[in-house]
């Protein structure tokens, strides 16, 4: 604290100021601490139980176990928002750049109205316009070429899907969901790069390019790879698009154009709880707190990915 | 609020059936005169129609008849709402076990716990009973440009949702289909991907008929056997619409344009339709250990007998005997009289597209539905 | 653009009417190759092929006239403004598929008149509109404040101690709940509160405000971490308090990204299905009170009209279009409300 206050209202403002701060952070302990009392009460059951019994939607209670139930969900959850990063974080800083380093700007302005604009689109507009509009055009233009062309690759490989609901399909709306998050972060960091730094750079006769590189990619490291995790954190968490799109199956697949992937986590909650009862409902719980630990291990890798430059 | 004709219609109908039901039973000439307690009904259910808010929760199945019901209910009893919370049968029978909601939609009857454990929920130790008030077929529907009518046996059905046929031009299928040109495509079986109903009683269905071929029993989500998921029924209408050679189960009134299969009952042919499917509930057993005048029905799937649909779901509405206020027992009883009336399913069956329940059963549910009590 | 930031060089800058050739040239190329290897004329192989011909070529051309930093200057404008271009085009597709679908619907009944004994066609989501009102209000009542005090925490006093590490990895754990989850949560602890079955609007409301502080708490961080320090350390030696230099000084340089956040967060959850159904129920009536009954929301109801329609179903698909293009128009609305927020709220010297 500034020892500098001879306003009279300044050390009891200070103190208020201060407090309700510390108390808002400690609100979303609490918050996030009832949560995780619910999550581990329901999903006990899931972990204490005999292991043959759990699965879900299976004859007459038998089951695989719960570790091999909830793997291939894992995979299919982490494959699916990491791809999804692959996609939208170039794309993101390019248009984060675009509207700050290279638009007039008029034009800047509009052209973040319109990305921001993809936020707000629900995310159950985004499963239906995946399965309506997507999922045919690819199917029909797309996958087949990667299929014949580049099926050597694991990824292409296998039987292409007719309809397009692949984990591919579901990658790139997700992508599409999480871009504006990203650059929406990215444009708010990159225009704050002091504008000391990018004339001096100019100054020394740099191509735009050089600018971008030397400055504001720099300066905005930090705030692109925080919005990524937020980025990261939707795709991780999203529910209903990927429950619409993708055709999914209990495997672990890299596979990325049949109709036979790995599942989300979040997807296959939302597919599976309106029918489930008793020891079922614990199962998926138990799985949403494997989501929990997912996230925050690839949030905690992110960090050391950004030299722990994201927290100070 | 009243927007259509069809709806107008609708309104005054329901209105007679609730004059009847409500008043002298001898004045009103509803079709549903199977009424034969008008002696019990006259002192509970009030003349100007009942007053209050009923909740239930259930099967999505029945969202769209629900919207119905609801419509012709509150038109009657302009007082009453009905509100209807479609997460799902599992997520209604707890809430309903749990004591939050008045009746649970449900697309399985209770199970034998569940049974158990309604008896705590209930009020009196009766337990609660199984009513079941909406019939739907389950059709097969195919995405075949070109083909008119399928005919599938039993064993080919099996085969291919069991990823063992794989080309149309099998001759499992192609014999049993002389004179149509099969195009020469893989087939693709699309299935629910969430847990639902349908897969529950289509696996069930293909466990009965060819349990050497479909090993996998009456299960709600589908095994590791290929083929491709869509969420809900209408995530599979859009799937098999979407590739040519997709063959795939969906609630019947749902499918639209594409074709639908005509399915081997012992040596017949059967195509869906609402009155065979309401005539396999009637060709099929009441579970046993259950009160007299509870409804659950274990479908016949092995039927052979000429003009019954196998493949068909039966969704019910889960009430108590006994409740613990006069409120909720009128609410509860005429909602329940409504529904399962021949106004009521008339109601859904043009709303949804689902089969009326015969006039028998109507009448036996009705008396099912009069033992319905305030406790103590 | 503007040649100023073009530093002044020796070099023949290159020619304006090249780089449309080599668009053409790339894109006859393109087509070739998309012949040569599909046999027909495959428009996303073309426009893929086409662009990295294009990218190709310009460097190569600019390199002989201009030299490699050129080159590579012009290459880098291309790949951005390339990028820029596929991100609006999934935005253009999916606007003009609500707009074709969801304008059928779109009338003054839409607005007035609700689900109530409606079969078929007809009826409105003036219900779902007030309920989304009320829900997401309430969610941003309660996530706008805590969010923006956990941040300015965060930023501004935490001195990196225990709570406030906690607090952040506690904040990005919160951005995994799925919102599923969120909603299970609200409705257990309701269940708790008001007996079992319990739905409401405000327990809606707690599980969008669950989802929505993370990003709340996230985006005031990174905008507050933006100002200079000097900005702070000159107000502390004018003797301003700390909190006086918040509100006046740190705050206004920050608040059109503040604001941006949580636009972004209401876009965020203003969309939510799955909560909502678990947690806020289903109503075919307008209800005004949060604490008590059955709740519909747009998203819910639109996802409904696709999900469970009747039949024939298009009345209903109709209706759920209508909701989500609405749904989009409101976040439209909140997006301009807090754009020219910003606006009137940005300190005069800056920019």
């Known amino acids: 604290m500034t020892p500098s206050t001879t306003a009279p209202r300044g050390p009891l403002g200070d103190r208020v100021f201060r407090r309700l701060s510390v108390s808002a952070g400690v609100t979303v302990l609490v918050a996030l601490a009832a949560v995780a009392v619910f999550l581990v009460f329901r999903a006990l059951p899931a972990f204490t139980s005999a292991q043959n019994e759990i699965g879900v939607g299976g004859d007459n209670g038998e089951g695989e176990g719960f570790l091999s139930y909830v793997l291939p969900l894992l995979f299919g959850t982490v494959w699916a928002a990491l791809i999804a990063l692959l996609i939208a974080m170039p794309v993101a800083v390019g248009v984060a750049l675009f509207i700050t380093q290279y638009a007039s700007k008029r034009i800047a302005s509009a052209l973040g109205y319109g990305i921001d604009l993809l936020a707000a689109i629900p995310s159950v507009v985004y499963g239906l316009w995946g399965i309506f509009v997507l999922a045919p055009v690819l199917a029909r233009n797309v996958y087949p070429w990667l299929g014949d062309n580049l099926g050597f690759l694991p990824f292409f490989s296998g039987t292409t899907s007719t309809s397009g609901r692949t984990m591919m399909t579901a990658a790139v709306v997700l992508a599409i969901m999480i871009l504006p998050i990203i650059s929406a972060i990215s444009r708010e960091v990159f225009t704050q790069t002091p504008a000391l730094h990018k004339e001096a750079a100019l100054a020394l006769g740099a191509t735009r390019w050089e600018m971008i590189r030397m400055t504001v990619l720099p300066y905005g490291r930090s705030g692109v790879i925080a919005a990524s995790m937020l980025g990261l954190g939707r795709a991780l968490g999203e529910t209903m698009a990927v429950a619409l799109i993708l055709s999914p199956a209990d495997v672990i697949s890299l596979k990325l154009l049949t109709n036979q992937n790995p599942n989300t986590i979040a997807a296959n909650i939302a597919l599976q709880f309106p029918e489930s009862t008793g020891l079922e409902v614990n199962t998926l719980i138990a799985t949403g707190l494997v989501l929990f630990a997912a996230t925050f291990v690839v949030n905690a890798m992110a960090r050391r990915v950004a030299g722990g430059e994201v927290n100070d | 609020m009243i927007r259509t004709k069809r709806f107008t219609a609708l309104a005054v109908v329901a209105s007679l059936a609730f004059a009847a039901c409500g008043g002298d039973d001898n004045e009103a000439d509803a079709p549903a005169s199977e009424d034969t307690t008008a002696d019990t009904t006259a002192d509970t259910v009030p003349a100007g129609g009942v007053s209050g808010t009923l909740i239930g929760a259930g099967a999505s199945s029945q969202k769209a008849a629900m919207q119905a019901w609801q419509a012709g209910f509150q038109a009657a009893n302009p007082d009453a709402t009905v509100e209807y919370d479609p997460i799902g049968s599992g997520g209604g029978r707890e809430q309903f076990l749990a004591g939050g909601t008045s009746f649970a939609g449900s697309d399985a009857y209770l199970k034998d716990e569940e049974w158990e454990a309604s008896k705590d929920r209930c009020a009196g130790d009766l337990g609660a009973i199984n009513l079941p008030h909406y019939v739907s077929p389950i059709a097969v529907a195919y995405n075949l440009p070109g083909v008119d009518e399928l005919r599938l046996s039993t064993a080919a059905l099996a085969g291919i949702f069991a990823g063992e046929i794989t080309e149309w031009t099998d001759p499992m299928i192609a014999d049993e289909n002389p004179g149509v040109e099969l195009p020469d495509l893989a087939i693709n079986p699309v299935h629910r991907s969430d847990e639902s109903g349908t897969s529950k009683n289509f696996t069930e269905y293909l466990g009965k008929v060819e349990p050497d071929v479909w090993t996998f029993g009456a299960i709600e989500v589908w095994p590791e056997v290929g083929g491709e998921g869509a969420q809900g029924t209408s995530g599979v209408v859009a799937a098999i619409g979407a590739g040519e050679g997709s063959i795939g189960y969906a609630d019947a009134s749902q499918i639209g344009d594409l074709g639908a299969a005509v399915i081997q009952v012992g040596d017949n042919w059967t195509a869906y339709s609402p009155e065979a499917a309401a005539r396999s509930v009637d060709a099929s057993n009441r579970i046993e250990g259950r009160t007299e005048f509870d409804f659950g029905f274990s479908l016949d799937r092995t039927t052979t007998e000429a003009g019954v649909y196998p493949i068909t779901l039966v969704s019910y509405h889960i009430v108590c005997l006994e409740y613990e206020t006069q409120e909720e027992v009128d609410l509860v009883k005429a909602f329940m009289r409504y529904v399962g009336s021949a106004e009521g399913q008339a109601a859904a069956a043009e709303a949804a597209g689902s089969a009326p329940i015969s006039a028998e059963l109507t009448a036996q549910l009705e008396t099912a539905i009069d033992m319905i009590t305030v406790a103590g | ?351």
Request: glycine share 10%; net charge positive; hydrophobic share 50%.
């Open chain 3, 1 to 351: 653009m503007d040649t100023a930031t073009q530093p002044a060089g020796l070099i023949r800058p290159l020619s304006r009417s090249v780089l449309p050739v080599l668009v053409v040239v790339a894109l006859v190329a393109a087509g070739a190759f998309s012949f040569a290897v599909a046999g027909s004329i495959n428009i996303p192989i073309v426009i893929v092929v086409g662009g990295v011909v294009n990218l190709a070529l310009t460097y190569v051309v600019s390199r002989r006239a201009e030299g490699h930093r050129r080159a590579v200057d012009r290459t880098a404008t291309s790949v951005i403004t390339t990028l820029m271009v596929a991100a609006l085009v999934p935005l253009l597709s999916v606007l003009w598929t609500a707009l074709s679908r969801g304008t059928a619907r779109f009338d003054l009944e839409l607005f007035t008149e609700t689900m109530r004994s409606v079969v078929g066609e007809g009826g409105g989501a003036k219900h779902a509109i007030i309920g989304t009102a009320i829900i997401t209000g309430l969610a941003s009542l309660m996530a706008v404040p805590i969010g923006t005090f956990t941040g300015i925490y965060l930023v501004e006093y935490s001195r990196g101690g225990r709570l406030a590490r906690v607090t952040t990895s506690m904040v990005d754990v919160m951005t995994g709940i799925p919102s599923i989850v969120a909603g299970l949560f609200a409705y257990a602890l309701f269940s708790l509160i008001q007996g079992p079955g319990a739905r409401s609007g405000f327990a809606g409301s707690v599980a969008l405000a669950l989802l929505m502080t993370p990003i709340v708490v996230r985006s005031t961080q990174e905008m507050l971490r933006l100002v200079p320090n000097e900005l702070r350390e000159a107000s502390y030696a004018l003797g301003v308090p700390k909190w006086r230099t918040i509100t006046k000084v740190v705050i206004p340089t920050a608040v059109a990204g503040l604001l941006t956040g949580v636009s972004l967060s209401i876009a965020r959850v203003i969309g939510e299905t799955a909560p909502l159904l678990v947690a806020a129920g289903l109503a075919q009536d307008t209800n005004l009170n949060p604490f008590s009954g059955r709740m519909t929301s747009l998203p819910v109801m639109s996802y409904y009209g696709y999900a469970a329609p009747g039949f024939p179903p298009e009345a209903d698909y109709e209706r759920g279009w209508s909701a989500a293009l609405l749904l989009i128009v409101l976040v439209l609305v909140i997006f301009t409300v807090s754009r020219i927020l910003a606006r009137v709220l940005r300190p005069k010297g800056l920019r």
